[in-house]
C-alpha cells in the first residue's frame, strides 16, 4: 500500500502567485518523520524540511512554508510569491522509526511545479 | 567541500553486461543508500547500509548487488538479471536512520 500520497501531478502557476503541495501520509507507528525534497530539472535531490511526527508546529523558511497535520496525516507545503527558479519536481517522503523500517524514505509521486514569468 | 559524488554522470550498456555505479562521500555518515527513479515516478529504494560490511535489500533489490568495504563509498552493480535497468540512479547518506538524506548528482544509465 502507498505511504505517501501526493495527489497533484502537475501543479502551473504564474509567477507571483502561491502554490500549495498536498502530501497525505500513512503510518501505525507514533514516531515517524516526513520531509520534504526538490528535484530541479538538473536531478539532484534537494532536501527542504525534515519534522519528527512530535512536533505539529508549522515552519516558515523565507518563501516556504509547511503545515503539519497529524489529525488529517497531512504535511502540506505551500510556496509564496513562486518564481521561476521554483520550478521543479517537489517530493513529500516518510521514515518510519522501526527496526525493519530503519533509515528507509518512502517517497510519494511528486509534483511537478511550473511557474511561469 | 564535502558532499557525494557519483559517478559516471551517463552511462550505456549493452544488454547482458554488468555495469558498476560509483558512490562516494566525504561527509563521515554512517548510512548510504541506492536509489532508482523512473520517469515520472517517485524514487524505489535499491539496497541501503547502517554501517560499513553491512547492508540490506530494499524494495527492489533483485538484480542488483553492493558492497560497502568503506565507510565512504557504496557502489551499485547492475546485473544482467535486471530485466529493465534504464533509469535515473541516485546515491544518498545520511548521519543515521530518521535523519534528513542528502542525494549525489545521480546516474543516467541507458541500455542499448
Known amino acids: 500500500a502507498q505511504k505517501v500520497t501526493q495527489a497533484q501531478t502537475e501543479i502551473s502557476v504564474v509567477e507571483k502567485e502561491d502554490v500549495t503541495l498536498d502530501c497525505v501520509y500513512e503510518?501505525?507507528?507514533?514516531?515517524?518523520?516526513l520531509f520534504w525534497y526538490k528535484q530541479p530539472p538538473s536531478g539532484e535531490l534537494v532536501f527542504l524540511i525534515r519534522?519528527?511526527?512530535?512536533?505539529?508546529q508549522n515552519e516558515i523558511s523565507g518563501r516556504y512554508s509547511w503545515n503539519f497535520q497529524k489529525s488529517t496525516s497531512s504535511f502540506n507545503f505551500t510556496i509564496t510569491a513562486s518564481q521561476v527558479v521554483d520550478s521543479a519536481v517537489y517530493f513529500c517522503?516518510?521514515?518510519?522509526?522501526?527496526?525493519?523500517?530503519?533509515?528507509?524514505?518512502?517517497f510519494g509521486a511528486g509534483t511537478q511545479v511550473v511557474v511561469t514569468p | 567541500d564535502g558532499g557525494i559524488t557519483q559517478s559516471p554522470k551517463y552511462l550505456f550498456r549493452k544488454e547482458g553486461q554488468n555495469v558498476t555505479l560509483s558512490c562516494e562521500q566525504n561527509?563521515?555518515?554512517?548510512?548510504m543508500y541506492w536509489y532508482r527513479q523512473d520517469p515520472g515516478q517517485g524514487l524505489r529504494l535499491i539496497y541501503y547500509?547502517?554501517?560499513?560490511?553491512?547492508?540490506q535489500k530494499g524494495d527492489i533489490a533483485e538484480g542488483y548487488s553492493v558492497s560497502r568495504e568503506k565507510k565512504e563509498s557504496f557502489p551499485l552493480t547492475v546485473t544482467s538479471a535486471q530485466k529493465n535497468p534504464t533509469a535515473f540512479y541516485l546515491c544518498?547518506?545520511?548521519?543515521?536512520?530518521?535523519?534528513?538524506?542528502?542525494f549525489g548528482p545521480g546516474t543516467r544509465l541507458t541500455v542499448l
Open positions: 544518498a547518506s545520511s548521519l543515521a536512520g530518521g535523519n534528513e538524506q542528502f
Open positions: 503510518t501505525r507507528d507514533t514516531t515517524y518523520y
Open positions: 519534522r519528527n511526527s512530535f512536533d505539529e
Open positions: 517522503a516518510l521514515s518510519e522509526d522501526t527496526t525493519d523500517s530503519w533509515g528507509k524514505l518512502q
Open positions: 561527509l563521515n555518515h554512517d548510512a
Open positions: 547500509s547502517q554501517i560499513v560490511n553491512d547492508f
